[in-house]
């Protein structure tokens, strides 16, 4: 944003996110990169000086953050580890930021390395304007973790942490915290008895470690009995809700208490 400068958008519907009815024939005032003031057309003054621009006929509402993607793979007539390029995964920020996305979260599924340098890229200003995009390392045993279809994809890649023992799980989250990563996923999920499945002394450390590092342990687990249990050892994030099984008050008074969200 230029200093000083002001921008009026006029004309728009204006949903503020706030639960109300929209502001029809609006009128949004920018200041130095910030929204300063907005409301009706009628209510809401020009400031001295200001550029307007004609936005009649469209819509402006908060800026959308996607939580929980797996970017990169999808090329739209092809699905595969040999998609998951720089230059397509811009492209699926720039769709996602089309539909109103101001940032989007690969949650487990993509390469850290090429994800650390893609951001460091996008921060320099190296590319296109698109949603931000922001990822997580994924933790999971060996051949456990995304599903059957994901996983060819990420095997392919080596972007799994596999880890068998809490010894193995403290040391991959510590060097995830020496990258500055802030976040991460665990499955825990047998996949119908299909899957190995992250036992709670290994998913117990995931998380004892990673908040000593202060980051957010985002947990996939399906199963009331597994939800529970993650809870319980301090997952921060649920990313999917408990499936064909009703949530029981055990279940309500550890959520109460423990306090996480989903995703």
Same mark, same amino acid.
């Given at each position: 944003?230029?200093?000083?400068?002001?921008?009026?958008?006029?004309?728009?519907?204006?949903?503020?996110g706030?639960?109300?009815?929209?502001?029809?024939?609006?009128?949004?005032v920018?200041?130095?990169?910030?929204?300063?003031?907005?409301?009706?057309?009628?209510?809401v003054?020009?400031?001295?000086?200001?550029?307007?621009?004609?936005?009649?006929?469209?819509?402006?509402?908060?800026?959308?953050?996607?939580? !929980?993607?797996?970017?990169?793979?999808?090329?739209?007539?092809?699905?595969?580890?040999?998609?998951?390029?720089?230059a397509?995964?811009?492209?699926?920020?720039?769709?996602?930021?089309?539909?109103?996305?101001?940032?989007?979260t690969?949650?487990?599924?993509?390469?850290?390395e090429?994800?650390?340098?893609?951001?460091?890229?996008?921060?320099?200003?190296?590319?296109?304007?698109?949603?931000?995009?922001l990822?997580?390392?994924?933790?999971?045993p060996?051949?456990?973790g995304?599903?059957?279809?994901?996983?060819?994809?990420?095997?392919e890649? !080596?972007v799994?942490?596999?880890v068998?023992?809490?010894?193995?799980a403290?040391?991959?989250?510590?060097?995830?915290a020496?990258?500055?990563?802030?976040?991460?996923?665990?499955?825990?999920?047998?996949?119908?008895?299909?899957?190995?499945?992250?036992?709670?002394?290994?998913y117990?450390?995931?998380?004892?470690e990673?908040?000593?590092?202060?980051?957010?342990?985002h947990?996939?687990?399906?199963?009331?009995?597994?939800?529970?249990?993650?809870?319980?050892?301090?997952?921060?994030?649920?990313?999917?809700?408990?499936?064909?099984?009703?949530?029981?008050?055990?279940?309500?008074?550890?959520?109460a208490?423990?306090?996480?969200?989903?995703?």
């Amino acid at each position: 944003a230029q200093a000083g400068r002001i921008t009026v958008f006029d004309g728009a519907r204006i949903l503020d996110g706030n639960g109300g009815a929209p502001i029809e024939n609006g009128r949004l005032v920018v200041q130095d990169g910030r929204v300063t003031a907005v409301g009706a057309s009628s209510a809401v003054s020009i400031p001295a000086g200001a550029a307007r621009v004609d936005v009649t006929g469209k819509t402006i509402m908060p800026a959308m953050i996607n939580v !929980h993607a797996h970017m990169g793979y999808e090329a739209y007539t092809t699905w595969g580890a040999r998609n998951h390029t720089a230059a397509n995964l811009l492209d699926h920020l720039q769709r996602e930021a089309f539909y109103g996305v101001v940032a989007a979260t690969s949650v487990g599924s993509s390469p850290t390395e090429m994800s650390l340098q893609f951001q460091r890229d996008q921060q320099a200003g190296k590319f296109p304007p698109a949603a931000r995009y922001l990822f997580m390392p994924g933790m999971a045993p060996p051949n456990g973790g995304p599903d059957h279809i994901l996983r060819e994809a990420t095997n392919e890649l !080596h972007v799994i942490n596999e880890v068998s023992t809490p010894e193995e799980a403290r040391a991959a989250i510590r060097k995830m915290a020496d990258q500055g990563i802030r976040h991460v996923k665990m499955w825990v999920d047998d996949r119908g008895g299909t899957y190995p499945k992250l036992t709670p002394e290994v998913y117990n450390a995931i998380v004892q470690e990673a908040h000593a590092r202060k980051m957010t342990v985002h947990a996939h687990a399906i199963q009331l009995a597994d939800q529970k249990a993650v809870v319980a050892a301090g997952a921060d994030v649920l990313v999917h809700m408990v499936q064909n099984t009703p949530i029981d008050q055990e279940y309500l008074a550890l959520l109460a208490q423990k306090r996480p969200y989903w995703a």
